[in-house]
């Protein structure tokens, strides 16, 4: 029998998750079934599903406090403001009745709440204080955060799902870290473990655990992980383990004489350097993908009505109007060719065969699912199939929502799986193109093999990018998203430091931009790159966001207008406008591959709010991120630089001087977009604080 990860830390003589410390007067539990009680052991729950919900908010933004505009709009959302304020104030009193026990826990203001510093204590806490050197916490995780609150209201709900998969992505991020670390099967299988305790369908964990019995010899305990994974794949994802999984079981099963497997010397968590000849192909059915797209400018993608589980009337009206809306947000991306769902519809209704679709559309993506409606709830499981690879799942995605307005629930999910999908197929294309490049690759072809070198933000490899780049516009140059994708290369050439002539930097920036927009001027993509090129690299936000607003009116879906948007507002010093359309962004795309750009927005708004801890906060989670884009790290280090942490603040400069040598208090101020001097000032002062040279 496998020992869990629980039993091997006990086994090993760890310690288990920290307790509360003395002072604390509140314990509060959020993962699972909410739970509350007091240092004595009384329960101080509090009855009402909303009371909880306002709590367990508190809770998580801690220790910042909560606006009560911004707590009346995620709890009440569906009634006008003064209602949905009074209910808060009845609320707050409830809250506050619930509480005694545990003494003086809550503070309330007249436009604030929070719950005191060092009163608490919660799980949530704890799991996301877990290091390396301490990941005892993580073990906290054992089930949903807060998942007795789902239907509380729209806005929490959005709101809920984003710190659920902020929890989620933080302990799995760590608990990969931890298992890359292992180089001992011993030590290995327990860290694989942990990993699948927080994300069952985690492949790279499963054949960790495979490698790591396999080099113990223990060949029947290696395939069962992998019966085990086949098994997990198929009920969350309905998918099969991918070719490398399946490489790997084939290596293991081998000859029955084949001796044991070699005790690898890496990193448990990497694949085996070589396979043996024999394993050089993918196991019959699963014939690698052809290398390339021919010289089409994107692939194209069709939209099939979710299968409904039962007879349901409403199931099937939902099923296929889902589609037609998800049809309609995907149509505003440029970049892809979509097939109306009307058309797949007749498959639906009989075999849905993903090859003859494939094949009557010649389309290269599917997006398909279910829906079923039980009581007053409704459950729509989506994924999209990679046709080219053997209708691999590449995307997958499960929305639980209330069933009182279903045209919203169908708007909502339409909006996000437009905004998470478009990127997964970019990114799916990126990694065909670069495995096999064609001979004599297409402009589209050319940008496909920049993209993933420009957001890699390696110099060498940047550089490299930007000649790709040079190359598509030279060969097709009527096609405008190259010249956009060059554009935006320069923004990062100028942010990085990495520009010889910023001057010139900033006027070919410009000429690219306004190229591109004379190509295609509805592209939104398009327009809020030139949008961006405006407002940080000729520092006229005010005239950005006349862009910014046509690309999000062309697809209000796409991520990177809403925050290149909200970058527009923080450099205009309107920081409230700048948040919501940050946390719009987060909304339609938790867990967005380009996060790492992002999420800077969450670093700088607090910063120019001269709230300097919420500041450093977000730049810790910028940093687990481990990329070395400058502009995250320059707010978060005057952040450092003001709230005097000089030890931290080293580190952060040493990581920005890695990326730009020559980087100094006056460079920054030469590209400072802020119109408000005192902004610029108020920056510029933390990078001193923290050890930035002024020149």
Request: glycine share 6%.
């Amino acid at each position: 029998m496998l020992e869990t990860v629980a039993e091997q830390e006990r086994r090993q003589g760890r310690l288990g998750p920290p307790e509360p410390a003395d002072s604390t007067v509140l314990r509060l539990r959020l993962i699972g079934q909410m739970d509350a009680t007091t240092a004595s052991g009384e329960s101080v729950l509090p009855a009402g599903r909303k009371t909880r919900a306002l709590l367990a908010v508190l809770a998580l933004t801690s220790p910042r406090a909560a606006l009560r505009g911004k707590l009346a709009e995620l709890l009440w959302s569906r009634r006008p403001e003064e209602q949905a304020r009074a209910s808060l104030r009845q609320e707050i009193h409830r809250l506050l009745e619930t509480l005694a026990p545990a003494g003086e826990v809550l503070s309330v203001s007249r436009d604030h709440l929070s719950l005191r510093s060092g009163a608490f204590w919660a799980d949530v806490q704890e799991i996301m204080r877990a290091t390396t050197a301490q990941p005892a916490s993580l073990s906290l995780l054992d089930g949903d955060l807060l998942e007795d609150l789902d239907g509380v209201d729209p806005n929490f709900d959005a709101w809920l799902t984003t710190e659920r998969e902020r929890l989620r992505d933080r302990a799995r991020r760590l608990a990969e870290q931890l298992l890359e670390e292992q180089r001992e099967p011993a030590t290995a299988i327990p860290a694989a473990q942990r990993v699948l305790a927080i994300d069952r369908s985690h492949e790279g964990a499963w054949r960790a655990l495979m490698r790591a019995h396999a080099a113990r010899g223990e060949r029947g305990m290696a395939i069962q992980a992998y019966e085990r994974c086949r098994a997990v794949l198929a009920d969350l994802l309905d998918a099969a383990p991918s070719v490398e999984t399946q490489r790997l079981l084939a290596e293991i099963r081998g000859p029955a004489s084949r001796p044991a497997p070699r005790r690898p010397s890496g990193p448990m968590i990497e694949p085996p350097a070589a396979l043996p000849a024999a394993l050089a192909a993918p196991p019959p059915g699963l014939e690698a993908p052809p290398a390339s797209r021919s010289a089409g400018r994107g692939p194209r993608i069709g939209v099939l009505p979710p299968q409904t589980v039962s007879a349901n009337h409403g199931e099937n009206h939902l099923a296929l109007g889902l589609a037609s809306e998800i049809t309609t947000a995907l149509t505003r991306s440029r970049g892809l060719h979509v097939i109306s769902s009307h058309s797949l519809a007749h498959f639906a209704e009989s075999t849905r065969d993903e090859t003859a679709i494939r094949e009557t559309f010649v389309i290269d993506y599917l997006l398909d699912g279910s829906v079923q409606h039980v009581g007053d709830r409704v459950r729509v499981t989506l994924r999209l199939l990679d046709l080219s690879a053997g209708n691999q799942v590449a995307w997958a995605r499960r929305f639980d929502r209330e069933s009182d307005d279903l045209l919203g629930v169908q708007d909502e999910i339409a909006a996000q799986v437009a905004a998470q999908i478009e990127p997964e197929i970019l990114a799916i294309e990126a990694r065909r193109v670069a495995a096999a490049p064609p001979a004599n690759p297409s402009a589209y072809e050319l940008m496909l093999r920049a993209l993933p070198l420009v957001h890699r933000l390696q110099r060498d490899s940047f550089l490299q990018a930007g000649q790709y780049l040079a190359e598509a516009m030279k060969a097709e140059p009527d096609y405008a998203a190259p010249f956009a994708w060059y554009a935006w290369w320069h923004i990062i050439l100028v942010g990085q430091g990495w520009h010889t002539d910023l001057a010139a930097a900033r006027q070919r920036a410009g000429e690219l931009a306004e190229r591109a927009l004379s190509l295609d001027a509805r592209d939104a993509r398009i327009l809020t790159i030139a949008g961006h090129v405006t407002a940080y690299l000729h520092r006229r936000p005010a005239d950005a966001l006349v862009r910014h607003d046509r690309a999000l009116s062309q697809n209000p879906n796409l991520t990177m207008a809403w925050v290149l948007s909200g970058l527009a507002h923080a450099y205009l010093g309107n920081l409230d406008e700048a948040e919501h359309r940050f946390e719009r962004y987060k909304q339609l795309s938790p867990l967005d591959p380009y996060a790492f750009g992002y999420d800077m927005l969450s670093v700088l708004i607090p910063l120019l709010r001269r709230d300097h801890w919420p500041a450093v906060e977000a730049g810790r989670r910028l940093s687990q991120m481990g990329h070395a884009f400058a502009s995250g790290q320059r707010p978060y280090l005057a952040a450092l630089g003001h709230m005097g942490i000089h030890a931290e603040a080293a580190l952060v400069r040493d990581r920005l001087f890695a990326i730009n040598p020559r980087f100094t208090v006056q460079t920054f101020r030469d590209t400072s977009p802020f119109v408000h001097e005192a902004d610029t000032e108020h920056y510029a002062e933390g990078l001193l604080l923290a050890g930035v040279p002024e020149r």
